[in-house]
C-alpha cells in the first residue's frame, strides 16, 4: 500500500538516525515539563538539522537538557521543539555594568559543520555595545579564532556575559560604541544605559499599576503621590528617547 511503501522509505532514509535521535530529545523535554518556546515566537533561521550527525543531536541535546536543569546564573536556555541548531537563551544584565537590570534575548546558530565550525551568535534585544552590530551579530574571539571543537554551548554563552562586563574595542563591530569606550566612557556608559532602559526592561502596565495605587478616594494623599511617581517616569522615558534621537 502506499502508506506500507511510505513508512519504508522513512526507515530506509539516510536521515531517519537524525530524525529518531531529535525525537528522543523532545520526548526528554516532554518528560521533564520543562518550556519550550515555538518556533513561531521565534527569529527565523535555516535549520541545519538534517546536517548534524545522530551522535551530534544527541550531544547538543545532552547539554540543552543539563544547561535547563542547572544553568548557570543569570543564564536561561529555551530550547526549540522544531529546530535543535536554533538554541535561544536570556542573559541578564551583569550588576556594575550599564546593562545591569536588563533582561538581553539572544541565540546562537549552529552551522552544519558544528562543531568543528563556531556557531553564530545574535542579540535579538537591541543593544549598545562595542561587539555587537546593529543587526545583533556578536563578535566574540571564542566564536572567532579561539574557537575549539571541545567547547561547548555553556562556554559560549559564560563569554557573551562576560562581554557584558568586559567589552573588545579592539574588535568592535559597532565603531562608534567603541570610539565612545576607549575615548569617553561616560558617554558610552550613558549611551548603553539608555539603550538598556528602553530595549532591555519590561515596560510597566499602567492599568495594573493604577489599580494597585488607587486608594479609597482617587484624590487622596496617597493617589496624588503615586500619579505624580508615574507621571515623572513617564517624563524620564520621553527624555531618554530623546536624548539617544539627539546621541
Given amino acids: 500500500s502506499l502508506i506500507g511503501r511510505f513508512i519504508i522509505s522513512i526507515f530506509r532514509s539516510k536521515h531517519f538516525g537524525r530524525i529518531h535521535s531529535y525525537y528522543h530529545y523532545l520526548s526528554s523535554i516532554h518528560r521533564n515539563n520543562q518550556p519550550v518556546v515555538s518556533q513561531r515566537n521565534r527569529t527565523m533561521s535555516t ?9 551530534m543531536i544527541r550531544q547538543v541535546a545532552k547539554e540543552l537538557t543539563e544547561l535547563q536543569s542547572d544553568p548557570p546564573e543569570g543564564i536561561k536556555v529555551y530550547p526549540n521543539e522544531e529546530d535543535i541548531t536554533d538554541i535561544q537563551a536570556t542573559i541578564e544584565g551583569p550588576a556594575g555594568t550599564p546593562y545591569a537590570g536588563g533582561m538581553f534575548k539572544m541565540k ?3 552551522s552544519k559543520n558544528f562543531p568543528h565550525e563556531a556557531p553564530k551568535g545574535f542579540f535579538l534585544t537591541q543593544i549598545f555595545h562595542p561587539n555587537v552590530a546593529k543587526n545583533g551579530e556578536i563578535c566574540v574571539n571564542t566564536l572567532k579564532k579561539d574557537w575549539k571543537a571541545s567547547l561547548g554551548i555553556k562556554h559560549v554563552l559564560l563569554t557573551i556575559k562576560c562581554l557584558l562586563i568586559v567589552p573588545n574595542p579592539e574588535s568592535a563591530l559597532n565603531e562608534e560604541a567603541g570610539k565612545l569606550l576607549l575615548e569617553q566612557y561616560d558617554d558610552y556608559s550613558t549611551r548603553a544605559r539608555i539603550f538598556t532602559d528602553i530595549h532591555a526592561k519590561p515596560a510597566r502596565d499602567s492599568k495594573t499599576t493604577e489599580t494597585k495605587t488607587s486608594g479609597k478616594s482617587s484624590d487622596g494623599p496617597m493617589a496624588k503621590k503615586h500619579a505624580g511617581e508615574r507621571t515623572l517616569l513617564d517624563k524620564k522615558k520621553k527624555d531618554k528617547r530623546k536624548t539617544l534621537k539627539r546621541l
Fill in 108 to 110: 546562537l546558530v549552529l
Fill in 47 to 55: 535549520s541545519n538539522v538534517e546536517n548534524l550527525s545522530p551522535q
